[in-house]
């Protein structure tokens, strides 16, 4: 069983940044892929970005590419996601999640563990 601890939300004003992090623990992760997601209400969860742990390859959403990066530490079995430029429409729970699926899943129908989230607000 995955555990995933997301911090580092907060409130920001727009163009301001933050970084998330993702604490995961309760098995090796060769072969996991740690992703990010984020949730207004009312809405489905989104997909933000994901990290494929062995190889470090990165993927994002059109919204925040370019202006988010997503990386991680496998010494620390953490991932981070950096944001910057942060705009209004960033405000959201964003939650990571973790998959075993070899390809990369881009919906949360593809990860079976997540954090609890943690809100990220960005004032205009």
């Known amino acids: 069983q995955v555990q995933l601890l997301e911090s580092g939300g907060g409130l920001v004003q727009a163009g301001g940044s933050l970084r998330l992090s993702c604490a995961a623990s309760g098995r090796t992760f060769s072969r996991y892929t740690i992703g990010w997601f984020r949730q207004t209400p009312g809405k489905e969860r989104e997909f933000v970005a994901t990290i494929k742990w062995s190889s470090g390859n990165t993927y994002y959403s059109n919204s925040v590419k370019g202006r988010f990066t997503i990386s991680r530490d496998s010494a620390k079995n953490t991932v981070y996601l950096q944001m910057n430029t942060l705009k209004p429409e960033d405000t959201a729970v964003y939650y990571c999640?973790?998959?075993?699926?070899?390809?990369?899943?881009?919906?949360?129908?593809?990860?079976?563990?997540w954090g609890q989230g943690t809100q990220v607000t960005v004032s205009s």
């Open positions: 999640a973790g998959s075993d699926w070899t390809g990369v899943p881009r919906t949360s129908a593809g990860y079976d563990s």
